[in-house]
């Protein structure tokens, strides 16, 4: 044996000519002889290239196990030390073996690093092993691994989402090496191989406590479960499953390095019938550590079971138990820790009791469970006192003691005596003898060992019991859960029973290792010769031969006196010494040690023969028999007696599952018969023969299970642990065979692919095999280190790191020499450039200094200038400047003389001008003064005067002949006078006149006057005020005047201060102005800030209002999608009840004597207008229209279950009807018994009955017959006078009309009763073949006699059935209106009290709040109101209104059809003819038929249509020869005809059979896409007709004159719309199946495998297991071959004519089918996980887009559905090394999850070693940036989900009357009219 630091590790060996396992230790690799080490010579020397610089090698490390270390120098054949520099950057010198000089191993490429299958590595042995493990499982957090057949599976300790359904359906049908390894594809490979080679499997899964075998035990069933589905109704996948629940609570416990560790072995069998569906299961247990019942180690506890009693010690059933506390009990206190972290013992309860009645364990059973384990507890809690050394008592009244014998059922007395005594029996007496404490104390211990050990044996049959199969089972998948290898500081009897075991396993494992080896070099017919391997058959021999370590064991068991010391005595005397594999510790003499294929072990010998003997007293077992208050407990062992011979099994290949004589192979001691006297090892040792004959029966599959660490951490890796495991476990073994061999092995065309850069060109030949050989023959000059098979290349181990090595070589001078000649190019490139910017910038600074001096020499030139016009400047202003001082000199003084002398001027003028004015005012005042006394002077003069004057007169006046002078003249004057009075008084009229016109304008004038007095007065006051107005101006004038002297003097200082103010004011206004901008700025930057905002809050909006619509979009989709998957399940249950009533009709439909009337209720279901199938009832449709609107939910697993149920359900209701049927004919005949015992009845009373029948059959006759002849002769009258209204014809047809109507309601009534009498008649009147009994009988044949035409029979007995047929339909209509009319009432009931509690609510509600808001509440609920209300009414308003264009457009069509027969009766008959007599029918031939588009069939010829049209179509002729959707249009023409002659009958007959004949073809002829894809477009074809026809204005926009015209009249056709909506879903979905099921086997070889670009991407090595092929074979499917069945199929629906929009949707889901097959398939296949590979999908992702272009399908949503794929791909080939990578892939990767971005860059894989792989860092940094966002946690897409589908509407623009029925159709009898 080789040695690489302290132990012991296998090394591989080449081939050698040696025995295979032969039993002796000659085997043993390392033992061989001189060849082996010249073979180990010439191997090192082949080698001796691989150790040069820098290569890596493995060293020993003590605690690493193993470190990575690099050479610094060569190796050279003599060095006797490497110098080697570590991992972390430190040199030392490492030691060669002096005597071996073996060389360290070496590395594997890192390119090999991770890969799937440990027998792919180049270099085979245990640091390459562990280092690959630790890889997968630290950085890759991949716990699965392949080691050639082997299966390691590593405890994570955490919970992984990689055993979902979904992950379940990839693997399913999968290969076992095409997929990443996983449980399932162990699982997929059993139950493949079952089915295929129709063999017995096993999947044998073991690993040392807490390496998860039970959790990998329970996946393999689960995959089973549901993969393979149960063959019943009763669910036995799901019992199988719920098997575990109770059999982890009885059998595991936590240990200190497993809180749920299995302590027993099992193996459970799980039955499949001849379809491999589950059937049932059978369980059998190994060796169940009974010792933990009554003792528990520190930090264990005791079995769950007794834990979660105790946690639900408070429940109300369990009161009796009187348990509490788990630390209160013994048994259940000594561990110390009662509690497992994250576990609920009370819930944990709750699966368990639910897992026994789900396995049919009744509640009494289960509470008589409970008290037996609550009777153990308070067992274990019993004291004894002792009375003297050999003697012990209990205490009285003990009440542990009491309470153990309530539950159990027995007497105290008896139990407690029989606790603390035993009985010997002897050859001629029995004694009873008392023993001491310490055995009492162990008695009871055993004692509750023994009751737990029946009880446990209990449940397992009674779980066996209802997982027991039914029928016959054809073939089982068996899988062991069992326990690894064991070494412990104490190792005792149970860890070697658990090593003997594990020995027995490893051999057979071991032979069926080689013999799988054996077997691939015999099928490639390649050299070969037998392989040296570790045969442990020798450990085996000491454990079970003849004299072995079993044998005398049970031989000291036998001694009267015999002891654990003297059967250590017995085996060192018979195998020390003798057995290489025996030893004896050296300070111990109580101890052996076993060197066993894992380690030495040593076993304490102290406890074997107790645990094997496991003695029980007789007398308590007795006791506990004799209860009888307590059933269950002697059932615990009463079948003791019972014991299965372990030779039961079959010696044939199958062990059958329905054996019932299988028990569990317990320890069953303390039996009285011999049998039961058989030791725990004895029984072990057969139960393990049955369980190796099984075995060996079956074809084996492995999985080891490794344990990382003990301190359940998740994901991390103690590697001391697992190399310890690793040994153990048989993984190194495995390695060391397949390195003894030729591990490596190679496809010709993936060793071509591969090394194809390692050969030249005139290497490569036309045969690939040829090529191979010839490269291989340069490579490898050794020809031991490959063969040649038959289609692989077989390598030696070490051979494809070598052939890597080159092949990296090749490729780093390839890259070297690109390297040379781009940077030379680069070099010279820079040079080129370089020379010509130097060039450049020489001639730029040339010109620049050019440039410089001529500048120079402008600006020289120009100083001399400026020089001479600044001199002159300068003197020029100078001379003017004293020219302008001279000026202003002169100007100053000229303006001084100037304004001098002016104002002298000035003040002479002004002088002047006073001098005016005063000389002019003194004359003024003289002037005045002397007027003033010349007027005074005449004014005196003047009274003088007239003074003397009055004094004269005064005198004349008083003088006579004054007088007389005076009156001479008078009368003249008064005759003047006279006439002047005359002439006055006519002036006084005409003036009189004129006054009174005067006065009428005056009193005008006057008023006007008035007015302009009262202005005037007005224009006075206010001349007044304004006189008053200006003295108060005047008086302000005044002040203001003083005012304004003030405010002269206040202005001097204002201005002042103004000038001050305006300073400061100038100074604010500037600040302010400042302040302004400032303000302005920051306006104009909160003006962009809202502008931002408002844009950001548009946007914001206008996403959220997009995603909202999107939520929308996808709530429809999901409502769609779950109405169509209910749609999906009801066809299925559809089907399924179909099925099943066609055979309840065969069982029910029992032909019977006499005439068997058709129930009238048939009829009357066949006159309603909604659908109903031939096969399912008339009230399924309403149930299935109501379960889409309202429910709408999603189709669970429940629902399944009660569908399942439901169906269950009606099988039974079809036995049910079956035995009733029997019963009801049992009925019939004890009535015709009774009817035998019965008076006959009077014959009078039947002749009445049968005359008054007589007379309504003739009444009827009559009634017929006038009928018939007023038909005819309106027939034959043409006239329209005459049937015109008000014509007499018409007056005599209507009274007769409703003569008859009266008459007829009468004969209904008539009809009524006498068709209750005959049903009277027919219960009484029974045939009798007694002809003395015949008394009705004659008495009816007398009435029949009388009717002696047999025409008349049978015309009134169709005349009857037609009147009941009619009184029946409308009892139907009228009971059916009552119903509807209640519905409403309800409906309307119900909304009412709707109303009635949303008011309450609202008035609730509305006083909680304050008054204010209490109003506006109140307001806004009336305002909803009324608008919901008004709404309502807008609605019935709507349908009122179509109704009424619907009832004027059949009015119009009626008046038009009557109005053309009026004309045409005008035309063709004369006004002689009418009045004389009726013109006989003359045909009038027409030149051309004006046809309706409608096609007129006889109801007999309706089922030849369907079959013609339907059944027996087929779609490729009529898709390349007629128009698309002809059938539809034929199918819709002849509804149009029924529709026309408003029957009824008719279009639903039509339209059922046409519905019906739809789901027969797709049910018979569903696998073909073609008659699939043809169906759903006549269906939606048909459906489109149905609305474009309907006469609904929505669908009548795009229709012609003519077309509207042809739109349905009489009957509204919207619920066989529905109808045929969800017939096109169904059909649309089996579609979508159909096209899945074609695709399906395309897409993985197609999208992923195939290399469509060649040479991109490069195959890896692989290991043994098969892994499918990049390179495209013959046979295999490419992207070529996907398109063109995507071509195919777009061809077939665009020939059946399907809807454009349809086509996308077909598209889209197909894209969706493609894309989520590919993802999936990549996320589960770290092989396909590389750069290259993203470049290959990439580009076929490409050409799909291509193809979607190039059939105008990129707005279909197609490209869409392959964003994650496209994603994906991406992400394979960015960079992922920095954080802006990170981010860059976050911000990519949206249509991906977090966990299939994680898992991507986990399996990312590098083919070339110039790739790198992702650093865990990296992936973390990824996982902090997505930890935010919110995804699905399901790794895998929903390669099944089928999106919603639609049909929009696609009107038709083919005219009706323009089609032509082909003849090939069969359609004759079919007229168009």
């Known amino acids: 044996m080789v040695r690489f630091g302290a132990q012991p590790v296998p090394q591989p060996l080449p081939w050698a000519p040696s025995v295979s396992g032969g039993g002796s230790d000659t085997t043993r690799a390392g033992q061989g002889g001189r060849k082996d080490s010249e073979l180990l010579a010439k191997a090192s020397r082949s080698l001796q290239t691989v150790f040069g610089r820098y290569a890596r090698v493995w060293i020993p490390d003590p605690e690493e196990v193993w470190k990575s270390a690099e050479l610094l120098k060569d190796y050279k054949p003599g060095d006797k030390v490497l110098q080697l520099r570590l991992e972390e950057g430190k040199d030392l010198e490492y030691c060669l073996d002096p005597k071996t000089k073996e060389l360290p191993p070496l590395r594997n490429p890192d390119i090999l690093v991770g890969e799937n299958d440990l027998t792919a590595l180049s270099y085979l042995h245990e640091p390459a092993v562990l280092h690959n493990l630790k890889v997968r499982f630290i950085d890759s957090k991949l716990i699965y691994t392949y080691c050639g057949i082997v299966l390691v599976a590593i405890n994570p300790y955490e919970q992984l989402p990689i055993y979902g359904e979904d992950i379940i359906n990839a693997y399913s049908g999968q290969n076992m090496g095409d997929m990443d390894p996983h449980i399932f594809a162990v699982a997929e490979e059993a139950y493949k191989q079952m089915a295929r080679d129709e063999r017995n499997q096993s999947i044998i899964v073991s690993g040392e406590s807490g390496a998860g075998k039970t959790v990998s035990a329970k996946y393999a069933m689960r995959y089973f479960a549901t993969v393979s589905g149960s063959a019943s109704e009763a669910n036995v996948e799901e019992k199988v499953l719920a098997s575990n629940p109770i059999m982890e609570s009885i059998g595991n416990a936590k240990t200190t390095r497993n809180d749920n560790s299995s302590r027993f072995g099992k193996y459970i069998e799980i039955g499949f019938d001849k ?142 005596h029989w606790l603390c005594h035993r009985k010997l029996a002897t050859a001629t007496e029995t004694y009873i003898k008392p023993i001491s404490k310490l055995h009492a104390i162990n008695a009871r211990d055993a004692l509750a060992k023994h009751i737990y050990a029946n009880l446990f044996n209990w449940i397992v049959d009674h779980v066996n019991k209802a997982l027991h199969a039914t029928v016959k089972q054809h073939s089982f998948i068996g899988v062991l859960d069992i326990y690894g290898f ?83 005595q017995k085996l060192y005397n018979t195998h020390l010494n003798k057995c290489a594999l025996f030893e004896k510790p050296r300070l111990s003499n109580k101890a052996f040690i076993i060197k066993h294929f894992a380690d030495k072990v040593e076993y304490q010998c102290e406890g074997f023969l107790e645990k094997n003997k496991d003695t029980v007293y007789e007398e308590q077992i007795k006791v506990l028999k004799s ?133 030249k060109q005139r290497d ?20 031991d280190k490959y063969q040649f098979g038959k289609t692989k290349i077989f390598f030696r181990a070490g051979q494809v790191a070598y052939l890597e090595k080159i092949r990296a070589d090749k490729l780093r001078a390839a890259c070297i020499r690109i390297q040379k000649t781009i940077r030379g190019w680069l070099m010279r490139k820079k040079y080129v450039r370089m020379r010509k910017a130097a060039i450049t910038i020489q001639r730029y600074v040339r010109g620049y200094q050019a440039r410089c001096y001529a500048k120079f ?22 001379y003017q400047c004293m020219r302008a001082a001279t000026l202003a000199l002169q100007a100053l003084l000229r303006g001084y003389m100037a304004r001098n002398k002016y104002q002298m001027m000035l003040r002479e003028h002004k002088s002047i001008i006073i001098q005016k004015h005063v000389r002019g005012w003194l004359a003024r005042v003289h002037y005045r003064r002397t007027l003033k006394a010349i007027v005074y002077l005449q004014c005196c003069y003047r009274r003088m005067m007239a003074k003397r004057e009055l004094k004269k007169l005064k005198i004349e006046a008083r003088s006579v002949e004054r007088y007389k002078k005076l009156h001479i003249g008078l009368e003249n004057k008064i005759m003047q006078l006279q006439r002047k009075i005359d002439e006055q008084n006519k002036e006084y009229k005409f003036l009189l006149e004129k006054l009174s016109n005067l006065e009428n304008t005056y009193s005008t004038e006057t008023e006007k006057l008035r007015s302009d007095v009262e202005r005037l007065r007005m224009s006075e006051e206010e001349a007044k005020n304004a006189t008053n107005r200006v003295l108060s101006l005047q008086e302000e004038i005044a002040k203001l005047r003083k005012e304004l002297h003030q405010t002269q003097s206040e202005k001097k200082t204002i201005e002042e201060w103004a000038d001050k103010y305006k300073h400061e004011t100038e100074q604010l206004v500037s600040e302010l102005k400042e302040q302004n901008t400032l303000l302005k700025t920051e306006k104009e930057e909160l003006n962009r800030r809202i502008h931002d905002q408002a844009r950001e809050i548009t946007e914001t909006m206008e996403k959220k209002l997009v995603e909202e619509t999107k939520q929308l979009e996808l709530d429809l989709n999901d409502e ?114 009774k009817e035998e015992e019965r008076p006959p009845i009077r014959g009078a009373e039947l002749e009445y009955e049968s005359l008054k029948r007589q007379e309504l059959e003739s009444e009827n006759k009559k009634l017929k017959n006038e009928l018939n002849e007023l038909q005819k002769a309106l027939t034959e009258t043409r006239s329209p006078e005459v049937t015109a209204p008000g014509a007499p014809a018409y007056r005599v047809l209507l009274d007769q009309l409703t003569s008859v109507s009266e008459e007829l309601e009468v004969r209904k009534e008539e009809v009524l009763i006498l068709r209750s009498q005959l049903v009277s008649q027919k219960e009484a009147i029974q045939p009798k073949e007694d002809k003395n009994t015949m008394t009705d009988s004659t008495i009816l044949l007398e009435d029949v006699q009388k009717m002696k035409d047999k025409g008349e029979i049978a015309q009134a007995y169709i005349g009857l059935k037609e009147t009941n047929r009619l009184l029946e339909s409308q009892l139907q209509s009228q009971k059916k209106s009552h119903e509807n009319e209640l519905e409403s009432l309800r409906g309307e009931i119900q909304s009412l009290k709707e109303e009635n509690n949303r008011q309450q609510q609202l008035l609730a509600q509305n006083l909680q709040l304050p008054p204010e808001a209490r109003i506006e509440a109140s307001l806004q609920h009336e305002i909803t109101r009324l608008t919901n209300e008004n709404l309502d009414l807008m609605e019935q308003l709507e349908k009122q209104d179509k109704t009424v264009r619907k009832l004027k457009k059949q009015l119009k069509v009626f008046a038009k059809k009557i109005g053309e027969l009026e004309v045409g009766q005008m035309e063709n008959i004369s006004p002689g003819q009418i009045i004389d007599e009726p013109i006989r029918p003359v045909n009038i031939p027409r030149k051309e038929k004006d046809f309706q588009g409608m096609l007129e069939y006889k109801k007999e010829d309706e089922q030849k249509l369907v079959k013609n049209l339907i059944l027996e179509l087929k779609p490729r002729g009529v898709a390349v020869n007629l128009i698309p959707g002809l059938p539809a249009y034929i199918l819709f023409m002849c509804v149009r005809h029924a529709d026309y002659l408003n029957d009824d009958q008719k279009v639903r007959s039509l339209l059922t059979s046409t519905i019906n004949g739809i789901k027969k073809v797709l049910k018979k002829r569903g696998d073909d896409f073609e008659t699939v894809s043809f169906w759903l477009s006549n269906t939606c074809r048909f459906l489109h007709c149905l609305k474009q026809y309907s006469g609904e204005e929505g669908f009548m926009k795009h229709n012609t004159p003519r077309q509207n015209e042809h739109c349905l009249t009489n009957f509204d056709l919207a619920e066989y719309r529905q109808v045929l909506s969800d017939l096109a879903i169904q059909i649309y979905q089996q579609l979508v199946r159909v096209l899945e099921n074609i695709l399906q086997p395309m897409i993985v070889s197609g999208m992923l495998e195939h290399e469509t670009i060649q040479g991109v991407s490069g195959v890896k090595p692989t290991g043994l297991r098969k892994r499918t092929s990049s390179i495209a074979d013959e046979g295999t499917y490419t992207l070529d071959s996907i398109i063109r069945q995507l071509n195919s199929f777009h061809s077939v629906m665009c020939q059946h004519g399907m809807d454009p929009e349809l086509i996308k949707q077909v598209v889209k889901q197909m894209f969706y089918i493609i894309g989520a097959v590919t993802l999936n398939n990549l996320l589960l296949r770290k092989d396909m996980c590389s ?142 009219v």
């Open 275 to 416: 379809r491999y569906r589950i059937i049932g299961a059978n369980m059998r247990t190994y060796l169940l550590e009974k010792s933990r019942v009554v003792f528990q180690a520190e930090e264990e506890r005791n079995y769950h079971i007794f834990y979660q009693l105790c946690a639900s010690a408070a429940l109300p059933e369990f009161k009796t138990l009187r348990l509490g506390n788990a630390n209160y009990f013994h048994y259940t206190k000594q561990g110390g820790s009662p509690v497992i972290d994250g576990v609920d013992d009370a819930k944990e309860m709750v699966n368990t009791r639910q897992a026994c009645t789900l396995l049919g364990i009744s509640d009494s059973y289960q509470m008589g469970i409970f008290r037996i384990l609550a009777g153990i507890l308070h067992l274990g809690n019993v004291e004894f006192v002792s009375r003297d050394s050999d003697s012990c008592t209990i205490p009285p009244k003990h009440e542990p003691l009491t309470i153990f014998c309530d539950l159990m059922g027995v007497e105290y007395e008896e139990m407690a």
């Open 486 to 568: 064991e070494t412990f500081e104490i190792n005792s009897f149970e860890q070697f029973c658990i090593n003997y075991a594990n020995e027995k396993l490893q051999q057979q494992f071991n032979m069926h290792v080689f013999k799988l080896e054996q077997e691939e070099y015999m099928k490639e017919q390649i050299p070969w010769t037998l392989i040296d391997f570790y045969d442990n058959q020798p450990c085996i021999n000491l454990i079970e031969a003849k004299m072995g370590i079993l044998d005398l064991l049970d031989e000291e068991c036998k001694m009267p006196k015999g002891s654990d010391d003297t059967w250590a």
């Open 627 to 759: 209860s009888k208050k307590f059933k269950l407990l002697p059932e615990l062992f009463q079948d003791e007696e019972k014991v299965l011979s372990p030779t039961s099994a079959t010696p044939s290949g199958r062990v059958p599952l329905s054996r019932t004589a299988v028990k569990p192979a317990k320890v069953r001691p303390g039996q009285a018969s011999k049998e039961h006297k058989k030791t725990v090892g004895h029984q072990f040792r057969n139960s393990l023969h049955l369980l190796m004959e099984t075995l060996n029966a079956t074809t084996p599959h492995y999985v080891r299970c490794i344990k990382p660490n003990d301190f359940k951490f998740p994901f991390t890796f103690d590697e001391k642990r697992a190399v310890q495991q690793l040994r153990a476990c048989g993984v190194l073994e495995t390695i060391r065979i397949s390195a003894a061999g030729f591990p490596s092995r190679w496809t010709y065309q993936e060793f071509f692919s591969r090394y194809r850069v390692l050969m």
């Open 764 to 783: 490569v030949l036309s045969d690939r095999k040829q090529t191979c050989k010839n490269v291989l023959e340069k490579l490898i000059l050794d020809k």
């Open 857 to 878: 020499l402008r600006r020289t030139r120009a100083a001399i200038t400026i020089q001479k016009f600044q001199r002159m400047y300068v003197v020029r202003k100078r």
């Open 1120 to 1233: 769609r999608l779950r109405y169509q998957n209910l749609l999906n399940e009801f066809s299925r249950l559809e089907e399924r009840y179909d099925d099943l009533k066609d055979e309840m009709n065969l069982m029910v439909n029992i032909p019977k004597p006499g005439h068997k009337r058709t129930d009238s209720t048939h009829s009357s279901n066949e006159s309603e207008y909604t659908f109903s199938s031939e096969i399912t009832e008339a009230e399924d449709l309403p149930v299935r229209m109501e379960e889409p609107s309202e429910k709408k939910a999603p189709l669970d697993m429940s629902l399944f279950l009660k569908l399942q149920k439901r169906v269950t359900e009606l099988e039974q209701e079809k036995q049910s009807l079956q035995d009733e049927l029997d019963r009801k004919e049992e009925q019939a005949l004890r009535a015709k018994a």
């Open 1731 to 1872: 750069w290259s590979k993203g470049m290959q999908i990439r580009y076929n992702v490409s050409q799909l887009e291509e193809w979607l272009r190039d059939k105008n399908l990129m707005n279909s949503g197609a490209k869409e559905t392959l964003e994650p794929l496209i994603q994906a791909a991406q992400l394979l080939q960015v960079k992922k090394k920095t954080d802006e990578d990170a981010e860059a892939i976050c911000s990519m990767c949206n249509a991906l999850t977090t966990a299939q971005i994680v898992k991507v860059l986990n399996l990312y894989t590098p083919v070339n070693e110039f790739e790198e792989r992702v650093l865990v860092s990296f992936i973390r940094t990824i996982q902090m940036r997505l930890r935010d966002r919110k995804d699905s946690p399901q790794l895998l897409m929903d390669a099944k989900h089928i999106f919603p589908v639609t049909f929009p509407f696609n009107p038709s623009s083919l005219a009706l009357e323009t089609i032509q029925i082909p003849a090939s159709l069969g359609l004759g009898f079919i007229a168009r």
